[in-house]
């Protein structure tokens, strides 16, 4: 199976779309497509954890195939989103001085896509 790892860094919701939707299709075309939120971008987490947020079916769906690995753990915490974060159940990572590491998928033959 192709690996393919999506790194999320904008806080737009209308940018974060295009990462779920192709973090799903790759999923769905048997690809694996994880989902790693960085940057402004958990602050979206809570926001769409919300039910009548626009994104939360889409939201719902990562959550449910397994896709959303986990969110930075500095800016979580350095946005005081990491409760919220931590409520969602979607781990707070950062073997990096608190951020994700890029080259660590890289090692385990993860293609890195950025958003």
Known sequence: M???VIFA?????????H???????LHERGREGLIVIEGDAVTLIPKMAAPDHFLHGLYEKA??????HG?????????????????????????MSGHPSM????EKG????TF
């Open 71 to 95: 969110a930075c753990r500095a800016c979580s915490l350095k946005l005081k989103v990491d409760k919220d974060i931590e409520k969602e159940n979607i781990p707070l990572i950062g073997d």
């Open 9 to 17: 860094f904008r806080g737009d919701p209308l940018c974060f779309v």
């Open 19 to 25: 990462v779920l939707l192709n973090g799903i299709d």
């Open 2 to 4: 192709k690996k393919n």
């Open 63 to 68: 959550k449910t195939l397994g896709i959303l």
């Open 103 to 106: 080259g660590g998928f890289m």
């Open 110 to 113: 993860y293609e890195v896509i």
